[in-house]
């Protein structure tokens, strides 16, 4: 397990914008793994948000997110960024960055099939 650490989270109101970046520990975690976006709200179970396979080749979105969000990576930067469009006041909640550790996986959306977390970034959108 490695320590992922995001940042980005901030206080907004609803259709506003919002981008979150999670830093990895280098260039061949980036393009070894895949990496995905979870987010828990109060009093909910934490929920995939958002997935980019190893190649960068292959994304994947929860339906609530379709159409507002877009998950992308750099490389050069070792890093994911999950821009977040048009937001919500239902899109309120600590978002995570998490990776699966299975080297050239699908994107998967179950949060066991990841093995290392971020500590979460609070994003608020008020109405």
């Known amino acids: 397990q490695v320590q992922l650490v995001e940042s980005g989270g901030d206080s907004v109101q609803a259709g506003g914008s919002l981008s979150l970046s999670c830093a990895a520990p280098?260039?061949?975690?980036?393009?070894?793994?895949?990496m995905a976006w979870f987010r828990q709200a109060p009093g909910k179970e934490r929920e995939f948000v958002a997935g980019?396979?190893?190649?960068?080749?292959?994304?994947n979105y929860a339906d609530s997110v379709k159409g507002r969000f877009t998950i992308s990576k750099d490389i050069g930067k070792s890093a994911i960024y999950l821009q977040m469009d048009s937001l919500k006041p239902e899109d309120t909640a600590v978002y995570y960055c998490?990776?699966?550790?299975?080297?050239?996986?699908?994107?998967?959306?179950?949060?066991?099939?990841?093995?290392?977390w971020g500590q979460g970034t609070q994003v608020t959108v008020s109405s």
């Open positions: 998490a990776a699966d550790q299975q080297k050239y996986s699908s994107v998967h959306t179950d949060q066991r099939e990841f093995e290392s």
């Open positions: 280098g260039r061949a975690f980036i393009t070894n793994y895949s």
């Open positions: 980019i396979s190893w190649s960068g080749n292959s994304k």
